[in-house]
């Protein structure tokens, strides 16, 4: 099974960037969409960006298109997400998954393997 370790979470002020790095370890990254999902607490959770295996396929949640990128870098296994102006309402868990679907529809159960998560904080 992938094993999937997300880092570069934290506080940051509203307006302001993150970029969140998934490094896939176990198996290639060449054959698995990888999307990246949050909760908040009291809330589902919810498929925020998806890329395709081939990096053809870039899907994204309505509430973070125009402000958040999702990229992919297979020769080091990592799939990044970079967020710039970030809101109060983006505060949450952010988890990456793998998932061998050719389309990235971004639906949890259509992932097998997840991150632990890292927090995301958007404060003044």
């Known amino acids: 099974q992938l094993q999937l370790v997300e880092s570069g979470g934290g506080l940051v002020q509203p307006g302001g960037s993150l970029r969140l790095s998934c490094v896939v370890s176990k198996f290639t990254l060449d054959y698995y969409a990888i999307g990246w999902f949050r909760q908040a607490p009291g809330k589902e959770r919810e498929g925020v960006s998806c890329?395709?295996?081939?990096?053809?396929?870039?899907n994204y949640a309505d509430s973070v298109k125009g402000r958040f990128t999702i990229s992919r870098d297979n020769a080091k296994n990592t799939v990044y997400l970079q967020m710039n102006s970030l809101k109060p309402e983006d505060t949450a868990v952010y988890y990456c998954?793998?998932?061998?679907?050719?389309?990235?529809?971004?639906?949890?159960?259509?992932?097998?393997?997840w991150g632990q998560g890292t927090q995301v904080t958007v404060s003044s």
């Open positions: 890329i395709s295996s081939s990096g053809g396929i870039r």
């Open positions: 998954a793998a998932s061998g679907q050719a389309m990235c529809v971004m639906t949890a159960p259509l992932f097998d393997s």
